[in-house]
């Protein structure tokens, strides 16, 4: 018989601390992922993509569900989602959920970090929203992203919560098809899981996250291990750092035909986490010295040195225009560098302006206001311009067109900067020859990410370094100012404990 499902998917990562919210227009625009899509036409965006909905779409189309798709966004990481976009988008999408029914099921392509301005669960509001439509018998499953911030009312209004299990996330379009599987399984079983939810009590800073290295690639393994028999899903969320509400944290979820079955895979995985808990730890330079290094080593490599712009990462919410290493390659006359991506519209615009080989004097970025960084007064040379459009081959973008707006190379010396119009996140070599550099002829590259760049850049590079030059998302979770997190929450693996200031519990209860 054939099952009929409903699909929709918004998507937002969010930074509490970061200077820029979400608003409609990031949605519609999609930043690095698609831009905003609506019923048919998501079936066919969303087909071979690496998201959840474009596993959710093939499985769907193999399985030969009825398919009602409704509508699709995201907006890359930034501060909180507005009122105005949350509610447009969360309402659109409940109404059209409502208007398909009678339904078998509802797959919801999720992030799991959500935060808007007016509510702190976003996804778990929105989850209950649609269990309010669709009644208690509809199973809903969702894919979401590694970073999710799992929270109660998530795991008690959905029917499956199913994670990535990469970082670089280059399984993104698996786990949608993981999910609907789950979902077949749910639609065909007539009955929910057992579940079981755990919460760890630390903090992991996202550049030690990658699943590339160990701890998590361990643990990952051995996680995927377990299911099979009576659990049908497990997933560890590492969370995502940055949001400044209780529930902000690693968590785990476990779904099985038992209860004993989910707990028994649940208390695995956290036994597994807590025992690596000192690892996930690793070295970061500031911005000299992590250029002098990387000089050092690029003297005698036969590839690039890779240096990660960690907290100025705009996949975690920064604006990516911070100064700060830009300022360290020149100061050290770096030879074959080139820094990417700078997000500044009114200095793109001034390149086209000017001209291919014109020279210009601008103040180049620093204008979010972040502590310790300025922009960058100096002249530069237009070497090349584009109009920001390209395809971005490769395996963390997976072959989505993105739309950068007005972009330049600009140079200052031997260094060459990669200078946009719109946000996204370098994860792509295709991200520096769209403004003609050649990723792989440079001596060093510096990369505005934190990990997922490690999916397309590690096989070029020589080596990798971790930078920290000033930016919203510090390396640490200590640095930030938490206000509202649970307390007794370690604010790093084996960190100190973080403890809410003498009789500030009521103000922030009332907030």
Known sequence: MTKRVALAGFLHETNTFAPSPADMAAF??????MPMVRGAALMTAGRNINLGIGGAVAHGERAGWDMVPVLWCGAIPSAHV??????????????????????????????????AEHED??????????????????????ALDLHGNI???????????????????????ETGRRAAVQLDALMARGEPFAKAFRRLDFLIPIAWQSTVMEPAAGIYDRMAALEGGDVASVSFFQGFPAADFPECGPTVVAYGATQAAADAAADAVVADVRAAEPAFAGRAYDPDAGVAEAMRIAATATKPVVIAD?????????????TGMLRALVRANAQRAAIGIMVDPAAAAAAHAAGQGAEIDIALGGFSNIPGDSPYQARFTVETLSDGKFIASGPFYGGAPLDLGPSACLRIGDVRIVVSTHKAQMADQQMYRFVGIEPTAQAILVNKSSVHFRADFQPIAETILVCTAPGPMPISPASLSWTRLAPGTKLEPMGARWQPAPGATAAQEAS
């Open 28 to 33: 519609v625009q999609g930043g690095g992922y």
């Open 310 to 322: 960690t907290q100025d990462n705009p996949g975690a919410g920064g604006d990516s225009n911070t």
């Open 121 to 142: 669960d976003g996804e778990g509001v929105l989850l209950s929203r649609v269990r309010a439509v669709v009644g208690p018998d509809v199973p809903i499953v969702t």
């Open 151 to 173: 929270t109660a009312k998530m795991v008690v209004s959905a029917d499956a919560l199913v994670g990535f299990r990469t970082y670089p996330h280059v399984d993104m379009a």
């Open 82 to 115: 507005t009122q105005d976009a949350y509610e447009a988008i969360t309402t659109e999408i409940v109404e059209g959920i409502k208007a398909a029914l009678p339904l078998d099921g509802v797959f919801l392509d999720l992030h799991g970090a959500m935060v």
